[in-house]
């Protein structure tokens, strides 16, 4: 399973690990403020900001919509046909495989989902194209049926779901939300103060639902304004988790954990309540242990909290999400403007994602190769590469209301990390609801 997950990308090497630090710090040295877009939760970006005084949009792109979907879509018969595929269903590698036209009406829009948040809400926001939402997942081997939110609401009465990580944890619960609003609209029932932390209950069903603020999974000093500029370095603690999440685990019936982007960021690492060197701090006499130290420690232990835990829970650790920024980096004028997906081998997975991704397959299937006597199910929800293949499903310019309304030249900063929604990311709830299909057969 593991072999077949990695097809397609080579297994990083040292070198490329070095060649990976130096593009983070130059990055980053660069940089400063301006992973506040991507990484703070309050995603307030000034348009004046210097940071996009080299965009390159010159013109809104008025990219045709639904004519420039192919026509050939493949009928349910040929892809429920019982004996054309080597592996059974049960079987099959669900993360490999193509997106396929699929026309049919979407699950939710805009008008019909009031969770999307602002920067994510292409629709609403004038993305001109809409050819982007009519696409499916389709794994290689088998049939992936589209969520079943009655289905999915039926078998989760009484029970708890908590979404756990960063920005895309976040992305992740609104398109889980919209998807359900089609048979019951949740009722918030929790906030934090900067509102990151939420909590919703679906009251007919007794389903609660959370999403639970933790960039770094681990206990972190973020010293961030409501901007997202940031006044001194974080420091993070390697061997110790957030309490944010851990305090709450004993609520969770399901848990996807996911994180990664957040280590990229310079950070004092701290162990043993000592400091033990840094990610990208120079200045500082500090061993640069590099993030992916980081990263593994943080993944070994979230693991190994959850198979000793102590509570028989249905855990998802989720791999990195990729961008898809091109002709720069989110800091440099990058965009996304492309309308429709790769197929498998146009594109290369970004050393970054690489590296990260590498280190949560190797975590997991140590994590997994101890048995958890104590019914604790561990699931992989590989989504790095399927995400891979959709640079059409970014916001880009359009992650604020009416972008070129007034200015077509308009001058803005992209966004080719988070998803659209409706878009791609609502796939990762084919996937989650397939894999607990499978795994209470
Ligand atoms: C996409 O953006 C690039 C610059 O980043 C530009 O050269 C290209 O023409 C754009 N394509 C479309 C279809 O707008
Ligand atoms: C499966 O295939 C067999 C023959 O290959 C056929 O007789 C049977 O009807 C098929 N079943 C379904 C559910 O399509
Ligand atoms: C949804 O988006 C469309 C444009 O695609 C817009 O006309 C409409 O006002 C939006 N509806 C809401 C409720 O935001
Ligand atoms: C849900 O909880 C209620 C009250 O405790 C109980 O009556 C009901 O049988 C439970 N339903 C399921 C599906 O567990
Ligand atoms: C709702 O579910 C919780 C468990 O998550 C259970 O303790 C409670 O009794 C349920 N309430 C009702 C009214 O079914
Ligand atoms: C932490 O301290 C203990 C006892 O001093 C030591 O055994 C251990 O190796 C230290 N761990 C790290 C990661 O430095
Ligand atoms: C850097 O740290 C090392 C060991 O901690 C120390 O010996 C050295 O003097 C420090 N250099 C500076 C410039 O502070
Ligand atoms: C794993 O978790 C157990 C129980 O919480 C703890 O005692 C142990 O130290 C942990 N091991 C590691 C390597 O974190």
Request: hydrophobic content about 35%; some cysteine; overall charge negative.
């Amino acid at each position: 399973m593991l072999k077949e997950m990695r097809i397609g990308w080579n297994p990083s090497s040292l070198h490329k690990r070095h060649h990976v630090f130096v593009k983070v710090a130059v990055s980053f040295l660069l940089l400063g403020l301006a992973c506040r877009l991507f990484f703070s939760d309050s995603i307030k970006f000034s348009s004046s900001s210097p940071v996009v005084e080299t965009d390159t949009v010159t013109e809104s792109p008025s990219l045709s919509t639904s004519s420039s979907l192919p026509v050939q879509v493949p009928s349910s018969g040929d892809l429920l046909a019982n004996d054309s595929r080597p592996f059974p269903n049960a079987e099959c590698d669900l993360f490999t495989g193509d997106w396929v036209p699929d026309p049919s009406a979407l699950a939710y829009t805009n008008a019909s989902c009031h969770a999307i948040e602002d920067h994510q809400n292409c629709m609403r926001n004038g993305r001109p194209d809409s050819g982007y939402l009519y696409w499916r997942w389709n794994p290689r081997d088998c049939e992936l049926p589209r969520f079943d939110p009655e289905k999915f609401l039926d078998f989760m009465r009484n029970k708890s779901w908590a979404f756990i990580g960063d920005s895309i944890s976040r992305n992740h619960v609104q398109s889980l939300l919209c998807i359900l609003s089609q048979v019951e609209q949740a009722v918030e029932v929790y906030h934090d103060e900067e509102y990151r932390s939420k909590r919703w209950h679906f009251p007919s069903h007794n389903f609660t639902l959370s999403v639970v603020w933790t960039p770094f999974l681990l206990k972190a000093d973020i010293f961030e304004d409501i901007n997202g500029v940031s006044s001194s370095e974080i420091q993070l603690h390697l061997d110790k988790l957030d309490e944010t999440w851990t305090k709450q685990y004993r609520n969770f019936d399901y848990a996807v954990i996911g994180g990664g982007k957040w280590f990229l960021k310079t950070a004092i690492y701290h162990e043993n309540n000592t400091v033990a060197g840094c990610h990208y701090c120079p200045g500082k006499n500090l061993t640069e242990l590099g993030f992916d130290y980081a990263y593994r420690k943080a993944l070994k232990s979230v693991l190994n909290f959850t198979l000793n835990y102590g509570r028989k829970a249905f855990i998802f650790l989720r791999t990195t999400t990729p961008d898809h920024f091109e002709n720069g980096e989110w800091f440099s004028g990058g965009t996304c403007n492309r309308t429709a997906p790769f197929k498998e081998g146009e594109v290369d997975m970004k050393d970054v994602d690489a590296v990260m991704r590498d280190i949560e397959l190797e975590e997991f299937e140590k994590a997994a190769s101890i048995r958890a006597e104590n019914g604790v199910i561990l699931k992989l929800l590989d989504t790095t590469r399927l995400s891979l293949l959709r640079p059409d499903g970014h916001p880009g310019p359009y992650r604020q209301f009416e972008t070129f309304a007034k200015d077509k030249n308009a001058k803005v900063q992209n966004d080719c990390l988070h998803w659209c929604l409706p878009g791609p990311i609502d796939s990762w709830n084919d996937l989650l609801m397939e894999i607990i299909n499978r795994g209470t057969h």
